[in-house]
């Protein structure tokens, strides 16, 4: 089985996710923006059973971001790391900036695209969506 590795940026914490990523999407959101500090978030959704922290889960702050999202960061180095959901919780949310390794083809849409930045040009042609696409779209890929 495919073995994933990622980390922060001080390298405190690291993690390891097994098998292969859920659907890669372009988040545009406005919260995504402030909490990567860029034109949009790149992040796929995992089953929380693929995922283990290797090191440094003692390092790890969290911050409640939405009534049922609550973001999980390097208390250290401030570096994103995974999102989960109290009404989804066999799902994580991972940013693929952190993560090493990852081979396959991506990203399959953007979202939230009402939100995007204004300094900001969509010039591929993946599909686009004002919202989030759907839960069973999140996990399709990784069953
Ligand atoms: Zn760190
Ligand atoms: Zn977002």
């Not at 440094?56 to 702050?61: A, D, R």
């Amino acid at each position: 089985m495919e073995i994933m590795k990622g980390k922060c940026l001080c390298e405190t914490v690291e993690y390891e996710i097994k098998g292969s990523l859920g659907p890669v999407y372009n988040c545009h959101c406005s919260k995504c923006r402030r909490w990567h500090g860029a034109a949009f978030r790149t992040r796929a959704s995992i089953n929380k059973n693929q995922f283990n922290w290797i090191s440094g889960s003692e390092n790890l702050s969290t911050y409640k971001s939405s009534e049922n999202v609550t973001k999980f960061f390097c208390k250290t180095c401030g570096s994103p790391l995974i999102s989960t959901y109290e009404n989804k919780p066999d799902i994580l949310g991972i940013p693929l900036g952190g993560i090493e390794g990852v081979t396959e083809l991506g990203p399959d849409a953007h979202i939230f695209v009402g939100s995007k930045a204004t300094w900001h040009t969509i010039t591929d042609t993946i599909p686009q969506f004002d919202a989030w696409p759907g839960d069973e779209e999140a996990v399709r890929k990784t069953s």
